[in-house]
């Protein structure tokens, strides 16, 4: 089974900065999102990727296929970028309508004013 | 569209009740999940249906059933609840077949409490 693991576990920071959160795994993967769950508790995705970076707003999301290891930044970042963040990973041979899904612990992100 | 529901929101059962956690997608998705998340873990799969008709277990299946209703629905069924089902649980859906290239959409969370 896949070894997902986030770091740090918790970050506080202040708004304007500039935010890195790092997700590694064990062993192959065929895709890794990166999921916000914010106070309150719903879970949105924010990004599904392979290889290679992604970009969508402040958010920013890479992969290091070879290390096995993805970080997600975020740029000035906004007291309402403040949530958990949680990184996971499908398997190569995932199939059968499971999931395969192995998620991290979170990284709990605390942006202060 | 309202994507993944899921009810309720909040609910407090006392050791032994039985309840059962209704969840709907809009998505016309063949996939569906149920997760719990407790703290200091990440989310574990406990049963799934990767279509109608379907349903298998996942990572922590004890003490659950589920029912594949139709396309739409799957809900999760607690028949003699336990301290130890005290959790958040997660409805999720997706497109299916895919190896993994499927973003997956969650639904707000039920917070359960067995006491």
């Known amino acids: 089974k896949n070894e997902v693991e986030q770091s740090p576990q918790n970050l506080t920071a202040q708004e304007g900065e500039f935010i890195t959160i790092n997700c590694s795994y064990s062993v192959g993967i065929s895709a890794l999102h990166w999921l916000q769950q914010h106070p309150g508790g719903g879970i949105v995705s924010l990004f599904m990727?392979?290889?290679g970076k992604k970009k969508h707003g402040r958010l920013i999301a890479t992969i290091n296929i070879q290390e096995k290891h993805s970080s997600l930044h975020i740029t000035a970042s906004h007291p309402r970028d403040s949530a958990v963040y949680i990184c996971a990973v499908r398997g190569l041979y995932s199939g059968g309508g499971a999931d395969g899904l192995t998620f991290g612990k979170g990284t709990h992100l605390i942006i202060q004013p | 569209n309202a994507g993944v529901t899921q009810t309720p929101k909040f609910q407090v059962l006392k050791t032994g009740q039985s309840m059962t956690l209704q969840c709907a997608q809009d998505m016309n998705h063949n996939s569906m999940y149920w997760y719990r998340q407790d703290p200091g873990m990440g989310l574990r799969l406990i049963y799934y249906?990767?279509?109608?008709?379907?349903?298998d277990k996942g990572e922590v299946p004890n003490g659950y059933n589920v029912s594949r209703l139709n396309k739409r629905e799957f809900s999760l069924r607690l028949e003699s609840a336990a301290p130890s089902q005290t959790s958040v649980y997660f409805c999720?859906?997706?497109?299916?077949?895919?190896?993994?290239?499927?973003?997956?959409?969650f639904g707000q969370g039920t917070r359960l409490t067995v006491v």
């Open positions: 990727l392979s290889s």
């Open positions: 999720a859906s997706r497109h299916y077949p895919s190896w993994g290239n499927t973003e997956a959409f």
């Open positions: 249906s990767a279509s109608e008709g379907t349903t």
